[in-house]
Every structure is written in structure tokens, then in C-alpha cells.
């Protein structure tokens, strides 16, 4: 399984938009991370368009979270940024070829399609077990009880330099 970089930069904005007292440019994000501008900007267009966060436009404007971070998973961001698809696709291999299975005696999905959706179905639930409300908590964990209100006393001060 390979996710774009783009759900890691999602995912952080999510954690971190906890820690805001007020909606957060585009622009902020990014230089709070370090990352391309216009490549984060795309990620929040996806995780508004799934109803994740809002964009508030104005001078005061910028992104908030739409639902309380316990409600929204890992596999919400995941979904709202790399879209929904299964990782494995079955294109009934075994029905191929000299030897091909006829399609008749294809009555259920062959060992390799079952393995695989278990596996991202696996997978799926996993990350759904996770919220960004847990994430948050983790950070704190890691990092300490100062870590997110530090991040988020940075993001509601402005453009001006990091404190």
C-alpha cells in the first residue's frame, strides 16, 4: 500500500487545526510545516470538498476543522485525499491464457482477490479505529502537554516569525 505525501500533510494539518483558536490560512500551514504552498493547498481543497474542514474566507479566514476531532479518522483523510478506491484491483487473471477457468466456474472470488480485501479491508479498519482526536493525544504524549498549544499559540499569532 502507497499513499500519496499529500495524506501525511493532510493528516498533519488536522492534528494541528486542534490546537487553533481561530481558522488558519493556507499560507500559515504551510510554513508551519515547511512544504509547498500551492501542494498543501491542493490537500485542504480535498479534505473541504469531503467536508472535513471549511475554509472561512476574509482577512480573518482560513481553515477549521467541520466536526469534532474525535469524529473524523484516519481513513476519513485518507478517503478525502487519495479518494476510496481498493488498493488491489481483480482483473480475473484466472480466466486467461490456454488453461483460462471458464467464467461459469468463477462463482465466488479467487484466493488472491480474497486475500487482498481482507487485507485493505484489514487495513481500512485500522485506520478508522484512529482519530484525530487520538493523534492529537498521541502528540501530547510524544511531545509533551506544551507541543500543541505552543503550535497552536503560533498559528492563531499571525505571519509574523515563530516565537
Known sequence: MKLSGGVEWALHCCVVLTAAGAPVPAARLAALHDVSPSYLAKQLQALSRAGLVHSLQGKTGGYVLTREP???????????????????????????????????????????????????????????????????????????????????????AGPEEPR
Open 70 to 156: 474525535g469524529t473524523i479518522t484516519v481513513l476519513d483523510v485518507v478517503q478525502a485525499v487519495d479518494g476510496a478506491d481498493p488498493a488491489f484491483v481483480c482483473t480475473e487473471i484466472r480466466q486467461r491464457g490456454p488453461l483460462g477457468t471458464p467464467p461459469e466456474l468463477c462463482t465466488r472470488a479467487c484466493p488472491i482477490a480474497r486475500t487482498m480485501g481482507a487485507a485493505d479491508a484489514a487495513w481500512r479498519a485500522s485506520l478508522a479505529a484512529v482519530t484525530i482526536a487520538d493523534l492529537a493525544a498521541s502528540v501530547t504524549e510524544d511531545s509533551g502537554p506544551e507541543a500543541l498549544p505552543r503550535v497552536g499559540a503560533w498559528l492563531d
